[in-house]
Nanobody, 126 residues
Framework: QVQLAESGGGLVQPGESLRLSCVVS????????MAWFRQAPGKEREGVSY????????NYADSVKDRFTISRDKAKNTVYLQMNSLTPMDTAVYYC???????????????????WGQGTQVTVSS
């Protein structure tokens, strides 16, 4: 059974940074592509980024490209999402997820989710 636990959310001002962490069960990063999703109030959940378990390649939603960076540390069983230049539009609950395989597109990544984390709130406000 895959277990995931996010942390690192909080309240920040526009332009600031946050780093989210997702600690996963041992060996998860060897077998599952890892992704971050977010859900803003009143909106559907959307894929933000993923990192492939095969070769570590990454992909990002256009809205976060060049601002967010996904990474992983297999020794620590942890996936990170470094978020820079945050804006109020980034306010959402952020979820870590383990995917069965690399998604053909982030827009359809949710269909490939094997396990979800509980989510962590990120609020960007002045």
């Amino acid at each position: 059974q895959v277990q995931l636990a996010e942390s690192g959310g909080g309240l920040v001002q526009p332009g600031e940074s946050l780093r989210l962490s997702c600690v996963v069960s041992q060996y998860t990063l060897n077998y599952y592509t890892m992704a971050w999703f977010r859900q803003a109030p009143g909106k559907e959940r959307e894929g933000v980024s993923y990192i492939s378990h095969n070769d570590g390649h990454t992909n990002y939603a256009d809205s976060v490209k060049d601002r967010f960076t996904i990474s992983r540390d297999k020794a620590k069983n942890t996936v990170y999402l470094q978020m820079n230049s945050l804006t109020p539009m980034d306010t959402a609950v952020y979820y870590c997820a383990a995917l069965y395989t690399d998604p053909p597109a982030l827009a359809t990544a949710e269909k490939l989710v094997h396990s979800w984390g509980q989510g962590t709130q990120v609020t960007v406000s002045s």
